[in-house]
């Protein structure tokens, strides 16, 4: 069993719609757990980190359920710039990362 | 964006010759990390640096060596390369006033043929 494990989709969904995406992890001593979001033949770029308590950025939110070992993001009111690779990772406190293969999203017009 | 740039962006080199990647940070983070992106394996980390000159290896280490002289500089040298180590490479820095949130470099494109 992968340490990180994410549907990869595609995840195909029209404008306006809601989508969420689930990210399990199998290590229960991981601290830190964040989101990035990578466009095609780009670098990841950090989109959220996920706190105990979850997080709200606009219009997107961040779960962390350490009961079931996965964490969540939520995305509301899908634009079409939405599309595009969501990586989650991991990380047990010692600065290094496990990052799962990613979700796709496409939004569709 | 977090001041952390790479080169060269694209190489394509031959079987068995030395390859050295540049990363360089203006950000003054205290931790550097290598990956390498491939279709269905996600990011795998190669090597990574908590200090100067203190380097550790990573899940897929082998075929790889890194140095870090500097605090702006990482530097990833493929020994002798094989075709399997054509891949993406992405530098990546975290550990700025305690934080752990990791960021990323645009990334080389290697090609070994």
């Known amino acids: 069993r992968k340490e990180v494990e994410q549907d990869p989709g595609p995840f195909n969904v029209p404008e306006g719609a809601t989508v969420a995406f689930n990210c399990t992890y199998s290590n229960s001593a991981s601290q830190s757990f964040f989101w990035y979001r990578q466009d095609c033949r780009k670098e990841p770029k950090l989109l959220m980190s996920v706190y105990s308590s979850g997080n709200e950025d606009g219009r997107f939110t961040a779960q962390l359920n350490r009961a079931s070992q996965y964490i969540s993001l939520l995305i509301r009111d899908s634009k079409l710039s939405d599309s595009a690779t969501y990586l989650c990772a991991v990380s047990s406190g010692t600065y290094k990362y496990i990052f799962g293969t990613g979700t796709r999203l496409k939004v569709l017009a | 964006d977090a001041g952390i740039t790479q080169s060269p962006r694209h190489k394509v080199t031959e079987t068995g010759t030395p390859v050295t990647l540049r990363c360089h940070q203006t950000?003054?983070?205290?931790?550097m990390y290598w990956y390498r992106q491939d279709p269905g394996h996600g990011l795998r980390l190669i090597h990574y640096?908590?200090?100067?000159?203190?380097?550790d290896k990573g899940e897929v280490s082998d075929g790889y060596s890194v140095s870090r002289s500097k605090t702006e500089d990482f530097l990833l040298t493929l020994e002798s390369a094989t075709s399997s180590q054509t891949s993406v490479y992405f530098c990546a820095i975290s550990g700025k006033q305690g934080t752990n949130e990791q960021y990323f470099g645009p990334g080389t494109r290697l090609t070994v043929t």
């Open positions: 950000e003054n983070h205290r931790y």
């Open positions: 640096s908590y200090g100067v000159k203190d380097t």
